[in-house]
Nanobody, 123 residues
Framework: QVQLVESGGGLVQAGGSLRLSCTAS????????MGWFRQAPGKEREFVAA????????VYADSVKGRFTISRDNAKNTVYLQMNSLKPEDTAAYYC????????????????WGQGTQVTVSS
């Protein structure tokens, strides 16, 4: 069982930046694919970004490509989501996800989910 704890959400103005962090329990973090999803009020949960257990590749939703960067620090059991040039439409609860490394199909199929952290972008 993997437990995921997100942090770093908050309120920011459009054009600003935030960095989300997600720390995982356990000793097998380096073998897990990690990712982020988000869900805005009244909308379905959607894929945001993922990073392979091998660090490469990283995969992004088209809506965040060029603005968001996912990275990981295996020594700290932590995955990050650096969010720049934020837009009001980025407002959502952001969820960290994990699964044993599968080396394919990074946009779905995650076994473990965090509780979420709220990101609000004001216009």
């Amino acid at each position: 069982q993997v437990q995921l704890v997100e942090s770093g959400g908050g309120l920011v103005q459009a054009g600003g930046s935030l960095r989300l962090s997600c720390t995982a329990s356990g000793r097998t973090f380096r073998t897990y694919d990690m990712g982020w999803f988000r869900q805005a009020p009244g909308k379905e949960r959607e894929f945001v970004a993922a990073i392979s257990s091998n660090v490469y590749p990283t995969v992004y939703a088209d809506s965040v490509k060029g603005r968001f960067t996912i990275s990981r620090d295996n020594a700290k059991n932590t995955v990050y989501l650096q969010m720049n040039s934020l837009k009001p439409e980025d407002t959502a609860a952001y969820y960290c996800v994990a699964r044993p490394g599968q080396y394919s199909n990074y946009r779905n199929g995650y076994d473990y989910w965090g509780q979420g952290t709220q990101v609000t972008v004001s216009s």
